[in-house]
C-alpha cells in the first residue's frame, strides 16, 4: 500500500515559541525538517558555504565556520527597504543549498504519513508552496517581546530589524491553515499539537 506523505509548513515569527511546536510535533513521531539547522550545518565547521560566504560577506568566518554575529551585522545593516541588497546576495548562496538538505529529507522520510518542515522565513520566500498546509506559531505582542529582549546580546535595534524582515505575525495568521497559540501554558500548547497531528493522521501509534 502506498502511503500518501501530508507535508506541513510549521513557522512564526522571532520569540513566539516556533522550535518549541517544532520539538512537540517531533515528540509526537512527526520527522522534522529544521532549516535553521541546515542552514548552521551547512555554515559550520567545514561547511559546503563557508567559502562562498567568505567571498561575498569578507571577515565574517573563520576556523568555527560563519561567525553568525559578523554576518547578522553584515546583513542587517545593508537593509534597504524591505530586502537589502546583502541579504538578497546571501540568500542566492544558502537558498539552493538548504533546498538540496530538504530533498534529501524527502526522500529519507518518503513513506511517513506526516512531515513537518520548520522554516522561518515560509511566507517570505514563497514555502508555503511547497507544502500542503501551513502552521503559524503565534503568542501575544507583549510576550513575544519580552522573550525575545531576554536573549543573550538581543538588542531594541536588532529586535526591530528582525521584524522587518519578517511578515507581521497578523500577515501570518491570516494566511495560516491552522494556528497554534503558546501564548498559554505549554501543556494546553502540546495539547493544540496532538489535535492537529491526529486531525492531520500522522505521528506514531499510541
Not at 25 to 42: I, K, M
Not at 108 to 113: I, K, L, T
Not at 170 to 194: F, N, P
Request: with cysteine; glycine share 12%; proline share 4%.
Amino acid at each position: 500500500m502506498t502511503t500518501t506523505t501530508t507535508t506541513l509548513g510549521l513557522t512564526g515569527s522571532i520569540g513566539m515559541g516556533k522550535s518549541t511546536v517544532a520539538a512537540m510535533f517531533a515528540d509526537e513521531g512527526v520527522p522534522v525538517f529544521d532549516a535553521d539547522a541546515a542552514v548552521h550545518r551547512l555554515q559550520g565547521p567545514g561547511g559546503a558555504l563557508v567559502a562562498a560566504i567568505e567571498a561575498a560577506f569578507p571577515g565574517t568566518t573563520g576556523l568555527n565556520g560563519v561567525d553568525r554575529g559578523a554576518l547578522g551585522e553584515a546583513v542587517l545593516g545593508d537593509e534597504a527597504g524591505e530586502k537589502g541588497a546583502a541579504m538578497r546576495r546571501l540568500e542566492v548562496i544558502v537558498h539552493p543549498a538548504v533546498g538540496r538538505e530538504r530533498a534529501a529529507f524527502l526522500a529519507a522520510h518518503a513513506e511517513a504519513p506526516l512531515l513537518v518542515f520548520d522554516v522561518p522565513l515560509l511566507f517570505e520566500t514563497g514555502g508555503e508552496a511547497r507544502v500542503d498546509a501551513t502552521v503559524v506559531v503565534s503568542a501575544p505582542a507583549g510576550v513575544q517581546r519580552a522573550r525575545v529582549l531576554a536573549r543573550p546580546g538581543m538588542t531594541e535595534a536588532r529586535f526591530a530589524a528582525i521584524l522587518a524582515r519578517q511578515l507581521p505575525d497578523a500577515d501570518k495568521r491570516a494566511r495560516a491553515t491552522h494556528v497554534i497559540d503558546t501564548g498559554t501554558s505549554l501543556a494546553e500548547t502540546r495539547a493544540q499539537v496532538r489535535r492537529l497531528v491526529a486531525c492531520l493522521g500522522g505521528g506514531e501509534a499510541r
